[in-house]
């Protein structure tokens, strides 16, 4: 296998670890790194997550039997439909981002007769990114979400989840459109709310000295995501808007009969809200 990864940043560079890795193990693939900077190919040979590497698109997919496109969301299409004439009959392209609907729909439109997309999304990561920050763990035990509709094609779908397995992470399928669902649940809104919770300090008149001065680690466990880069954030939000939306709209209700309970001052419903989070939360954490 001939496997091309585009964007060598912490998914793209774990991909690449992860495969060679497997290589060691007895797999026998040639990975390709495509980027837009030199220094970042070199980086990846030397830490051994690609064989080699080009910041030419097209020869870098040219011979490519499965690509995976790791870049921003934003530059996944455009980075598509660079590539597209360059792939050979039979190439398998799949991609990472965390949003689905737009990529997905867009993608089977560019996707050429004799080539394959499947959308794909590993739920995993972390704070940091780029290059330095990648593991050839980073996916081990972890779902990795892949979203066939009615056009994609069986055979590929299965050999992109091969691959995913390789790679350690667990394939769970979902249709684009849930996919963006639950994201919106599970990561968007975080983001939202940590975002809205912080900015709500940062505007606040009265005592945000104190409060920034006596934060502890309640105020940063819930607004850790925060700290992310606003970059993704806002690729989230423009890309995966009606579910934001949705969502945004069940938690304002949310959030306004907590608000109507702890006017009421009745501790057994206030007890009865917070409860009912309580259980949920430790049902999926322990
Ligand atoms: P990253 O570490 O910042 O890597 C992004 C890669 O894209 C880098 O190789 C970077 O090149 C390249 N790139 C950035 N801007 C570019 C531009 N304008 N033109 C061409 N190339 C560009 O980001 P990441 O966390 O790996 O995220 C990549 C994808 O994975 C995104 O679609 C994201 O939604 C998805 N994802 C991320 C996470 C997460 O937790 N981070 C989890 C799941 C899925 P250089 O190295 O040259 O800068």
Redesign the pocket.
Known sequence: MRIAI?????????IGLGLKRCNVEGLTCQVIGI???E??IQAAIDRGAIDEGTTDLKLGVKDADLVFI????S??IP?LKTIVPALKQGAIVT?????KGLIVAQAEKLTPKGCFFVGG???????K???E??EADLFKGATWVLTPTDNTDKNALETVAEYVALLGGKVMKMEPKLHDLVVAGISHMPLAVAAALVNTIAEAKEGQAEMKKTAASGFRDTTRVAS??PI?GV??FTTNKAAVLKMIVAFKASLSNLEKVIKDGNAERIKAELEKAKSLRDSIYG
């Open positions: 585009i964007g060598l940043g912490l998914i793209g560079g774990s980027s837009r900077r220094e970042t790791c870049t921003p969301i530059l996944i980075t991609d990472v981002a965390s949003t999304h590993p739920m995993a990561g972390k704070e990114v780029k290059l920050a990648a992310g880069d993704l690729d989230m």
